[in-house]
């Protein structure tokens, strides 16, 4: 059986990437974590290694999918020096999960299984993402409109794929528009893909104008992931 490695891109997440380091180690089937610094200012990178992660760095902030992008392909070359007969599944897990991200295992055993090519997470436990909802429902109509499915958090970055799967979804879509792109060209290919209940959380986003920033970029990349697809 393929094991599974843990790809956390971070941006600025020295305060909880530790934690989120720490608990996806104890992850049954995961035999390595590796952080993907995307050009933080702060000791981002310190803290992964300290918590035991590889840590490749960005020199400049590049962005969420090219962050991925990054983690996915240092594995690959990893796979093919360590001449393995399967290359690694891959788990995509948001650095500020903390110590939730021990519980993202049922992500993984559809994936190691064959029951699935993809999972992706819906979070049992909510937090209020403030002014967040209009991206969501942007994504989950694109979604729905290009493949027929509706995915119940359309947006989630915790998910794990077959190198197959991943490779299928290349080249990924721009920043934030990812698992929007991720999602459909899966799905148009034929692919499985499956939505498990798992009990992750992380930091709620707020309203000031950082958080606000945030959105406008996440939706930028969300609508130019559509518009390039529908």
């Given amino acids: 059986m393929s094991q599974v490695a843990v790809v956390i891109p971070a941006y600025n997440e020295s305060d909880r990437v530790g934690a989120t380091v720490a608990a996806a180690a104890t992850l049954d089937g ?11 200012r702060d000791g981002t990178a310190r803290a992964a290694r300290e918590a035991g ?9 590049r962005g969420k999918a090219a962050a991925m992008e990054t983690g996915a392909e240092a594995i690959r ?24 991200a021990a519980a993202a295992g049922p992500l993984i ?13 819906v979070f049992t436990s909510r937090v209020k993402l403030g002014g967040h909802g209009f991206v969501v429902r942007l994504s989950a109509a ?5 493949t027929g499915w509706a995915p119940v958090q359309p947006l989630n970055g915790q998910r794990c794929l077959t190198r197959a799967a991943y490779d299928a979804a290349r ?5 934030f528009g990812v698992e929007t792109a991720m999602t459909i060209d899966l799905k148009r290919k034929g692919l499985r893909i499956l939505e498990i209940e798992v009990p992750l959380a992380h930091r709620a986003t707020g309203n000031d104008l950082t958080a606000q920033l945030h959105r406008a970029r996440q939706f930028a990349d969300v609508a ?4 390039t697809r529908l």
């Fill in 30 to 40: 995961a035999d390595m974590v590796v952080v993907v610094d995307d050009g933080s």
């Fill in 224 to 227: 130019w992931a559509l518009t």
């Fill in 77 to 100: 070359l990893l796979d093919q020096r360590e001449h393995r007969p399967e290359a690694r599944h891959l788990l995509f897990l948001d650095a500020d999960l903390g110590a939730t």
């Fill in 53 to 61: 992660a590889a840590v490749l760095r960005h020199a400049r902030n």
């Fill in 109 to 121: 055993t559809p994936v190691t299984t064959g029951a699935a090519d993809m999972t992706i997470a």
């Fill in 171 to 175: 080249p990924l879509a721009r920043g």
């Fill in 142 to 146: 694109g979604i729905r409109r290009a």
